[in-house]
Structure formats: C-alpha cells, structure tokens
C-alpha cells in the first residue's frame, strides 16, 4: 500500500489531507491549505457582480484563463494574477511538492471557529494546485465546497496499518518519533515541535494532550461524520442528482436549484457507481499485469543483450586474430563501436524499465487507492469522487495502450564484418548492417493436417528490423525425398490439398528479399489422414523442373498450379490466405461437399464447458459467453445445425458466425465482429454490432433445432428453426473469413451436428436464382 501514499498526500503541504475539501475540478486540498492560496480579485471579478450583470451561471465562476497568469516564468509552478491592482504583492512560499503557495493576504479575524472555517475575504480567488484551474467564491467561502470523508477514512486506514511507530506530523525534513497527540488539534507531536507549534498556553492549554498509542484508537473509534448538504447544513444527502452529479438533500429538490433535475436513490447510484469504478478497475489491473510482464522481458533483454554482446565480441575476436598483423589498429577501434551499441542498447532499455516502473507504481497506488474507496460505505461520499476517480482509471488504462509495453530496442547486434577484401584493404574494413531476413518461425499452434491436405502458418521473429519480400515454402515427397518449392510469394499461410493419404511429409520455409535469402527453418513433419473415400485417387508427388508463378483466383485464396509432364491433369493445387494468425484449422477442400468440426476449447471463453468430444457446450457462468468453431469458411456454402438439449428459465442463446478476434465475455451479436440470431422461447431477432433487427415469432424449446446457413457464393447467412427457415435473409454482403460461433450462459446446452448437406429448400432456390 506504500505506492498508493502519493495519492493521500495534499499538493501544496506534501503531507496527508487534514480535513480534505473537494474542488469543482475534483481536485482534493486540505481546508487549511486552501485558505492559504486565496487571493482577492477586483470587484468587478466578483460573482454577485456577474449575476447582475446577468453572466453568471454558476455559485462558483472560473476566471477568465486571458487574465491571469497561471504559471511562474521561474518554476513554471503556480503563480500570481498579473493585471490586478489587487493581487497580492508578498513574496510566495512553495510547499514540499514544489507548490507555489500564498500567504494570507491580510491576518485572519479573531473568530471562536477554526482557521480553516473562519470567514474569507470578500471576492477571494482560489486556483486548483493541480490543473490550474481558478475560480471566485461565493458567500458561503471555503464551507461551500463538499468534504471528502471518503478520502479521510483511507487516510485513517493507512496510517493505522503501518507497523512502525508513529511520527510527528510538523517535522519538516526527517519526521522524529511522536510523543503526544492533541486530541483537539488531531495532530501527533514530537517533543520540539510540541514546545514549538503547541505551547501549554492560552487556548492551547485547555488541550487534552494523549501518547501516540491512545490518540490512533481515539482516531479508529471516532464515529462517522454524517453527510451534509452544503446549500443547506442542518440537512442531511438524501437523493443524487444525475444532471448535476452530486448528493442533495430533499430541501435542494423541493425549493433549490435541483428542483426540476433528474435524481435518483442514493443507494442505488451508490452501488452503480462502484459498479463502474469495479469494472474500470478490471481493465486497469490487466494493464498493470501485462506491465509487470513487460518488466521482466525487458529485465530479460538487459541480460540476453550482455551474452549477445560478449558472444559478438567473441567473434569479432576471432575475425581479427586471423588478420592481425594488420588488423590491430583497427581492431581497437570496430570493438570501441561495438562496445558504444552495447551501452546504447542498455542505455534505451534501461531507461524504459525506470520510465515503465515509474508509470506501473502511479498505476497500482491509483488501483490500491480505488480499492480502498470501494471498501467505504459511505454512498454520498464515495458518489461526490467516484466520476473522477473512473475517469482516471479510463486514462491511466488508455496510457498503458499507445504503445507503451512495446521494447524500443532490439537484443540484437544487426552487425557483421566484412573480412573478404585483400590485406591491403583492411584499412577500409567497416560494420555492415545485415540485410538478409531473420529466419521465418513456424506457428505450430497455426499448422495442422485435414483428411489429404495440410496447412501451415509462419511469422518473422518478432524483434526482426530487416523486412522480408517473401518466403519459399518447401515440401518433399511424402517418402523423404528432395525438397521442392511449392509456394513462392508474401503470404503466411498456406494450404496444400491433393497430399497422398496416410503419408508423411517434412515442410521447411525460407525468407527472402534483395539481398539474399535467410536460413531454412527447423522443419516441420505433417501427418495426413488415413483413406476413408475409395473413390479417391491419389497420384505421386511432381517433381517440377522449375517454379511457376502465382495466380490469384480470389480476394481470400490464390492458386499454385505445378504442371508435370502429364497433359489435362493438377496433381497439386495450393492456396494461402492473407487472414495471418487466425485460422485454427484447414479451409474446406474444393472437392469436399460437407465440413466436419467441433467446438474450439482454444479460443473459447474460460467458462465455457466442453463435453462428447467438444461438440456439446455449455456454461459455468450466468453472464452470456462465446464459443467458435474450429473451422473457418471463406467460400463456399456450409450449413450445421445445433440441437438444444437443455433449456431453463427462458435465456436468450445466440447462433451464427463471428471472426477469430470476436468479444467471448458478451453476448454474440453485440460488437461489429459477429452475425448472429439470438431467440427465447416466443421469438428471434438478428443482431450485429448491437443493431437488433427483424422481430420473428416462433422460439426454441428443449429440444430445439437451429440451423445455420453461410453462402459466401451469394455472400448471405440464414437461419432455421426445426428446418423452417425463421425469418428473411438475415445478413447480405458478408464477406471474408468466418467461423461458426455461439454464445450461451448456464441455463442452455447445445450440441452440434456437422457434416449436412444443405437443406432441399434452399438448394432449389438456389438453382432457380
């Protein structure tokens, strides 16, 4: 909890808020620091003369950002009004957060209130220390602005939960052990600071002094301060104001100015804002995970970039010791470079640990700080801070998002030495940047085998700076034979059909661009399925004598052709998908008349659960989640169909189709990446990217059958219930890769059939059409 002390501390002081005031801009400062930066503003500036003059809007008035000065030409800290005759003149103080603070304009009235409750001076100005921003107060002064208990509860807590002894309050560099505490000033003293700031004398005599040890139980058993209205004091918040985002009391509704505003129960806007507040937390948390996670890779790069430097060096070494009677003078001078990209390296991944550790602590004392505001039961007071609060986790979260967890440098020394020139010309020797691609990495979770044909997936290594123009891929003949190229161009996927059955064949892939060609990969050994279809033929394997080009047949496929010697026959069709990194299994082959698939557990939602071979599905949670299909279609016509075995309390399932990257934790249809039909027990609506269209009769029961039907020929999806067609054509123009997607919650069980010709009815249509 030390990471969230930043978020205790008061701006201008430095030390913990001391009876926290909340400012319009939502900016906290203690009472009394506030009254120590108010300024007085001309009479003109006041807000009684800008009502009457009909300008004023609001009980409090920001000045015009025209007429000051907000900023110090020295510190750019917070600075004086400039233009003012009334300004104040004295010289200001700065506060340990390097604050500009002014002192009171003039020595504050003898008063039987508190400093920070007695009167202000007319027309007085105060600034946000935070963001600046200014503005006039109006009669109430400094006791029209809400008090943040919220914040003082956590400030109680903190404190308590330190272990150490308690320390002196008023010590301005190292805080010396406490010795008492005024239980009427609140404050913990030291021995100095109690002769010096609290003298038993005056007033200050009739002060109960405590040891440190009663004064923090005196504290934790104080009761709660209840809520009051700040228009009307003897009242207490009873109602919360949606227009105005602030707690009322039934005085502000009956007869102030929140009389003809929306408001809603205090408790209910209690519990949905913390609500809010818990799910934006969700989002900040995963980025401060994955931020821990970015600190150990970069930890990890400072340790691979020091072997990658001594292996570098190592044959740099050896380079010139072969060379050395007249390399020597050189020799000094390329391991200086080396030696100057070393630091530079670590310098740049330093540098970004310091700056992501920096941003990871605000981060997780923002998230503790959050935490311990949820736990206050305190709705008006946790109501008067939670939209700031939520604001700031959205931005700290959208902060962590622009690039922030990505290294900004390499562990790599993209350097190699020309040692080919004659003797003579080792004086010309120099570092070359390697151009040749970094060798291709095959996705082995992408790579898989579907009855005679095989689809492989690969990538560049992700740190790799030397760009690739394309890859090679090659196959042998299934008996270990030679290798041969089968695919030539810029794509990173692949799909071989036509493969012999029941065979085995090692693939390897290559990069290339201008300057060469990079290292094969390890090669990869594919298993093709056992011959199930007699009707089948299979041919040996073409051993082309050179390699033809690619010929693009459509937008999401492109054809390799291998001719052999043989007239009017393909013994191969290759195809590849530009949709890198998402097909979890083969496409379809062109002669197959049916798919045949299960659920995917790999990229389904962690509630879901999987039975009778990942074709039966349902959910461990109330809440819808979603679950694809392994294979993805992007042509062709494909229909399945899903049997309801289980259906309770009238839920409202979702059938259809979705890209890989499609949201799992909601229902399907919602977000602009899934086409869906979602149905209860009376009827259907479709749904994409939240838009609910075309109201149908008829729902689903146990035992149910829906069916879904994809034509990507005809760029349509359909939907059936107990193989009647339910409603019109749902979607047109869908186009590109899809996979069969559902979403249910606990209350629904699903089984899925594949393998079905398309439905008689819709077959005529078609041939018709």
Not at 324 to 334: G, P, T, V
Not at 619 to 631: E, H, I
Request: aromatic letters at 8%; one cysteine or more.
């Amino acid at each position: 909890m030390e990471e969230m002390e930043e978020e205790l501390k008061c701006p201008v002081c430095g030390s913990f808020y001391r009876e926290p005031i909340i400012l319009p801009c939502s900016h906290n400062i203690c009472q009394a620091c506030a009254r120590n930066i108010l300024v007085q503003t001309p009479e003109s500036e006041s807000p009684q003369s800008r009502r009457a003059s009909g300008s004023g809007v609001s009980d409090y008035d920001y000045l015009d950002l025209d007429k000051m000065s907000l900023y110090s030409e020295a510190d750019s800290g917070y600075g004086s009004y400039g233009g003012f005759a009334s300004a104040p003149t004295t010289p200001c103080q700065k506060s340990p957060n390097g604050v500009r603070v002014f002192p009171p304009a003039m020595p504050p009235p003898a008063t039987h209130l508190s400093p920070a409750l007695a009167s202000v001076p007319r027309n007085s100005c105060i600034t946000c220390p935070q963001c600046h921003r200014s503005l006039i107060l109006d009669d109430r002064g400094l006791r029209g602005f809400p008090k943040n208990r919220v914040l003082e509860g956590v400030i109680d807590r903190y404190q308590q939960s330190k272990a150490a002894a308690l320390k002196c309050q008023l010590c301005e560099k190292a805080p010396k052990e406490a010795t008492v505490m005024c239980e009427q000033c609140d404050v913990f003293y030291c021995d100095p600071c109690r002769l010096r700031c609290h003298p038993p004398r005056g007033p200050l005599a009739k002060h109960r002094l405590v040891p440190p040890a009663q004064g923090r139980v005196s504290r934790r058993l104080s009761p709660r301060k209840v809520s009051t209205c700040t228009d009307h004091e003897l009242e207490n918040h009873s109602m919360y104001c949606v227009q105005c985002k602030m707690p009322v009391c039934y005085q502000c509704l009956e007869e102030g100015k929140h009389s003809s505003h929306e408001v809603k129960a205090l408790g209910a806007m209690w519990k949905l804002h913390k609500s809010q507040l818990s799910q934006a937390l969700n989002g900040l948390s995963d980025r401060a995970k994955e931020a821990k996670e970015f600190l150990v890779q970069l930890r990890n790069m400072v340790q691979q970039i020091q072997e990658n430097s001594v292996e570098f060096e190592a044959c740099l070494v050896a380079q010139c010791d072969a060379l050395i009677d007249a390399l020597n003078r050189r020799k000094a001078q390329l391991l200086a470079r080396v030696n100057k990209e070393h630091e530079h390296k670590l310098k740049v991944v330093r540098d970004q640990i310091s700056h992501c550790t920096v941003k990871l602590r605000q981060t997780t004392g923002l998230m503790e700080y959050c935490l311990e505001v949820i736990k206050e039961n305190d709705p008006s007071g946790f109501l008067q801070i939670s939209d700031a609060l939520i604001r700031r986790v959205h931005l700290t979260e959208d902060q962590w998002g622009k690039g922030t967890l990505t290294p900004r440098m390499t562990t790599d020394f993209d350097l190699s030495l020309d040692n080919s020139p004659l003797l003579q010309s080792i004086h010309q020797l120099d570092f070359v940047q390697m151009k040749i691609p970094a060798t291709p990495i095959l996705q082995l979770e992408e790579c898989c085998t579907h009855n005679n044909s095989a689809t492989l997936s690969w990538k560049q290594p992700p740190l790799s700076t030397v760009p690739a123009e394309g890859y090679i891929l090659e196959l042998d003949d299934g008996n270990g034979g030679q290798f041969r190229e089968v695919y030539v161009g810029k794509e990173t996927m692949c799909t071989v059909d036509g493969l012999h059955f029941n065979s085995t064949y090692n693939a390897r892939i290559k990069a290339f661009n201008k300057t060469g060609v990079s290292q094969y990969s390890k090669t990869l050994v594919l298993q093709t399925s056992e011959d199930t279809d007699s009707e089948e033929q299979t041919v040996p394997f073409p051993v082309p004598s050179e390699r033809l080009p690619l010929r693009r047949m459509s937008p999401f496929s492109s054809t390799l052709n291998l001719q052999p010697s043989f007239p009017r026959r393909s013994y191969f069709d290759f195809r590849s998908s530009p949709h890198q990194l998402s097909l979890h299994s083969s496409l379809q082959s062109l002669n197959a008349p049916v798919a045949w698939f299960a659920f995917d557990p790999g990229s389904a939602h962690s509630d879901i659960i999987f039975s009778n071979d990942n074709l039966t599905v349902t959910c461990s949670s109330y809440d819808d989640r979603v679950v694809l299909g392994k294979t993805g279609f992007s042509k062709g016509v494909h229909y399945w169909e899903l049997t309801v075995d289980r259906y309770d309390n009238h839920p409202d399932p979702a059938f259809g189709v979705a890209r890989n990257n499609v949201m799992k934790d909601v229902m399907l249809g919602k977000d602009d990446k899934a086409w869906a039909m979602y149905v209860d027990n009376n009827r259907s609506w479709f749904m994409h990217n939240n838009s609910h269209t075309n109201r149908t009769e008829g729902g689903i029961t146990k035992g149910a059958t829906i069916g879904v039907l994809l034509d990507l020929n005809r760029k349509t999806l359909t939907f059936f219930i107990n193989d009647e067609q339910q409603g019109p054509i749902a979607f047109e123009n869908v186009e590109g890769l899809f996979f069969p997607a559902v979403s249910l919650n606990r209350n629904v069980q699903v089984t899925l059939h594949t393998g079905i010709p398309v439905p008689d009815c819709y077959s005529s249509r078609a041939s018709i059409a």
